[in-house]
């Protein structure tokens, strides 16, 4: 299936202990899935071996994309594959701009899936990044930004949104650092995303907090405790996740739907 990114039984562990404890998820194109879940669950741990950060060990379980178990892929091949995953490139990068560097990051990705791709274009890409930009009502100037090179959380984080949208993957895992984000940031962000949201793509947005889910309304919530879904529904389970906390979750765990 080309459409679907489907993670079965899931383990995955650091030297110390076992984190993932059997996740499964199927993500189809077209639908948004918010994954939620207390601090320690294990959801940055999730982001980070879709991946392939080498921290973690993956123990059982595959991620099925395009035919292929991805777990079996390094980190550049599944972005060329059309998987977008945010902390891809998290470190300050002085005397390069994020326009040389989303049109080095588009060139690679087609260059991986063509090899006889010539490349996009200068001229090309500033118009690509001119009307993205616009779309995410980014002022011109942020292009012409070093990258990353004194960002404010709420700019490093729309710098990712801006380069998913150059990049248009078929499925982005975002895991949001919403508390590093004021209102503002935090609702340009959401605009991002919608913006970016169609029938072509699929989205996994991590977070601790219900609060960008009221500005990107999704069509699942899953609920991870202790390394396992424990719960899945519409968005009234956020709703529900506000009023009540993770309690009932953590004291009666049921197991995950297989
Ligand atoms: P969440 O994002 O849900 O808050 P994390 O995935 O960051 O949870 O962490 C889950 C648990 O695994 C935590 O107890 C954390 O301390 C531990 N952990 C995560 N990454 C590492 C690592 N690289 N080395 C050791 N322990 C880790
Ligand atoms: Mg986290």
Same mark, same amino acid.
Request: hydrophobic share 40%.
């Given at each position: 299936?080309?459409?679907?990114?489907?993670?079965?039984?899931?383990?995955?562990?650091?030297?110390? &202990?076992?984190?993932?404890?059997? $996740?499964?998820?199927?993500? &189809?194109?077209?639908?948004?899935?918010?994954?939620?879940?207390?601090?320690?669950?294990?959801?940055?741990?999730?982001?980070? *071996?879709?991946?392939?950060?080498?921290?973690?060990?993956?123990?059982?379980?595959?991620?099925?994309?395009?035919?292929?178990?991805?777990?079996?892929?390094?980190?550049?091949?599944?972005?060329?594959?059309?998987?977008?995953?945010?902390?891809?490139? @998290?470190?300050?990068?002085?005397? =390069?701009?994020?326009?040389?560097?989303?049109?080095?990051?588009?060139?690679?990705?087609?260059?991986?899936?063509?090899?006889?791709?010539?490349?996009?274009? $200068?001229?090309?890409?500033?118009?690509?990044?001119?009307?993205?930009?616009?779309?995410?009502?980014?002022?011109?100037?942020?292009?012409?930004?070093?990258?990353?090179?004194?960002?404010?959380?709420?700019?490093?984080?729309?710098?990712? $949104?801006?380069?998913?949208? $150059?990049?248009?993957? +078929?499925?982005?895992?975002?895991? +949001?650092?919403?508390?590093?984000?004021?209102?503002?940031?935090?609702?340009?962000?959401?605009?991002?995303?919608?913006?970016?949201?169609?029938?072509?793509?699929?989205?996994? =947005?991590?977070?601790?907090?219900?609060?960008?889910?009221?500005?990107?309304? @999704?069509?699942?919530?899953?609920?991870?405790?202790?390394?396992?879904? *424990?719960?899945?529904?519409? @968005?009234?389970?956020?709703?529900?996740?506000?009023?009540?906390?993770?309690?009932?979750?953590?004291? +009666?765990?049921?197991?995950?739907?297989?």
């Amino acid at each position: 299936m080309t459409d679907t990114l489907e993670i079965r039984n899931l383990h995955a562990r650091t030297e110390e &202990r076992e984190i993932l404890k059997g $996740v499964n998820l199927t993500l &189809r194109k077209g639908e948004v899935h918010a994954l939620m879940g207390p601090n320690g669950a294990g959801k940055s741990t999730l982001a980070y *071996v879709l991946m392939g950060h080498p921290a973690y060990e993956v123990t059982e379980g595959e991620v099925l994309f395009k035919g292929q178990n991805i777990l079996e892929l390094d980190p550049e091949e599944r972005a060329h594959l059309g998987l977008f995953l945010a902390f891809q490139y @998290p470190v300050a990068v002085p005397g =390069v701009t994020v326009a040389n560097f989303l049109r080095a990051a588009l060139n690679a990705k087609r260059q991986a899936q063509n090899p006889d791709d010539p490349g996009i274009s $200068v001229l090309e890409f500033r118009k690509l990044l001119t009307e993205k930009m616009r779309l995410l009502g980014l002022s011109p100037d942020f292009a012409g930004r070093y990258l990353n090179d004194g960002f404010s959380g709420g700019e490093k984080k729309k710098t990712e $949104v801006l380069q998913m949208a $150059v990049l248009d993957p +078929e499925f982005a895992i975002l895991d +949001e650092t919403d508390s590093g984000l004021d209102i503002d940031a935090l609702r340009a962000v959401a605009h991002g995303i919608n913006a970016l949201r169609g029938p072509e793509r699929g989205f996994l =947005v991590i977070t601790h907090y219900k609060r960008i889910l009221d500005h990107i309304r @999704p069509d699942y919530v899953h609920i991870l405790v202790d390394g396992r879904i *424990v719960a899945s529904g519409g @968005p009234e389970l956020a709703d529900q996740l506000e009023a009540e906390g993770y309690k009932q979750w953590r004291e +009666e765990p049921v197991s995950p739907a297989a």
